[in-house]
């Protein structure tokens, strides 16, 4: 039963290492460039493998470095990937250098041969054809505005390709492609202009990029067309001058109409055509006295009564004299000060205007000698109020009563 086993052992060892003999390495190892975008790829053999998982590992060295050890240090860039590829991109690699590639299979932890193969970016990569085209026209001419080709890092490729220049190809459009007559021009400018056009003519171009040392040029550009311009005719600036003329025109009276327009709105805003009514009118702002305002219920009553002047009609005063002096006298019995006694008792609001004269005119105060002390409020009164009629008077008491 031992031997059994031990056989057993033995004839999976040897299958096993039959296997790892069997593991072959990829083949046909090749770059796929632009610019400075890298890609390795290669080809791998499914029957080798069988149903087995098939894992890669791509290393680079310096081609130099080759030369000086015996053992050169190779640098990993992609490990154990089950991509048929590997993108070198990111690796920034020198763009003069040469580099030696190297790829490996894993079946199951067995390992084949390595697949080399060398690389030198200035020589090898492709050279991209021009980011952008655009066409300006230039008169009867058309201008061609090139730009250059990018690298990984967006920079332009004449940093490594300094004689790098641009093949043009240009044609007039037409309706019978065959019949169409392609011409050529070389530049090493940004900037073409294409000579000897017709005017108001639809011309298409595509540039090619182009560099000698490595006999390198690029696909053509898609097609971009456009089409030239000639003299302005005359009739066209009469007609753009008079259409201007008149847009000009409608433009100022659209801002005159406007203007009035707004300025009807304010006046009629702020300075109403209606009136407040009369009655209304006395009743003035504290603040501003040329504007009226109406009593609104919660604002102060007798503060704004306090701003309310009535005017009323300037009452007419008669006065009558008494028909004689003997009237002026005071009764007997009576002290000086009784007649102002009883004309106060009469009344806060009553007042009183004493004459000398006997006619019914309004005659000039005077003192008397022997007829009392001189009164200045008679004389105030009849100098204020010349031609009043006096009230009849009392010729009792000898007091004229006077209303206002």
Known sequence: MSAAVYVCLLFGYFQ???????????????????????????????????????????????????????????????????????????????FLGMYVLRVQANVNGHVSDWGQKEFCPDQDAALGPP?????????????????????????????NHPELYYHVLYWERGVDSQALRTRTLSSGSNI????????????????????????????FTAPCCMQTEGATPWWQVVGYFLVSLVLCFLLMLLSLYGSLRCY??????????????TRFQ???????????????PDSDSE??????????????????SPPSEALLAPPSGLEPDSRHSRQDSGGSGDSGVYSTGGSSSLMQPSRVSGQGPFDPEQVKMQDMAPGLKAPPVNTDEGIVDMCV
């Open 131 to 159: 980011t952008k085209v655009d066409l300006s026209p230039a008169g009867s001419d058309l201008d061609i505005f090139i730009s250059d080709p990018l690298t990984s890092t967006n920079t332009s490729m004449r940093e």
């Open 264 to 277: 009807e709105t304010l006046k009629e805003t702020w300075f109403p055509s209606v009136q407040l009514p």
């Open 192 to 219: 073409v202009t294409l000579p000897d056009l017709e005017a108001w003519t639809w011309y298409c171009v595509r540039v090619q990029t182009c560099y000698d040392f490595y006999n390198k040029k690029s696909s």
């Open 282 to 296: 006395c009743l003035w702002d504290s603040s501003r006295s040329d504007i009226p305002r109406l009593l609104t």
């Open 16 to 94: 096993a290492n039959a296997v790892g003999a069997e593991v072959k390495p990829p083949a046909n190892l090749t770059m796929i460039t632009m610019n400075t975008n890298y890609t390795l790829s290669w080809d791998w053999d499914p029957s080798s493998s069988e149903s087995r998982v098939v894992s890669f590992t791509t290393q680079y060295v310096a081609r130099y470095r080759l030369f000086k050890k015996k053992a050169p240090p190779w640098t990993t860039a992609c490990e154990k990937t089950s991509r048929r590829s590997c993108d070198l991109t990111q690796l920034s690699l020198y």
């Open 303 to 320: 503060r704004l009564c306090d701003k309310v002047t009535v005017c009323l009609e300037p009452p007419v005063l008669e006065i009558h």
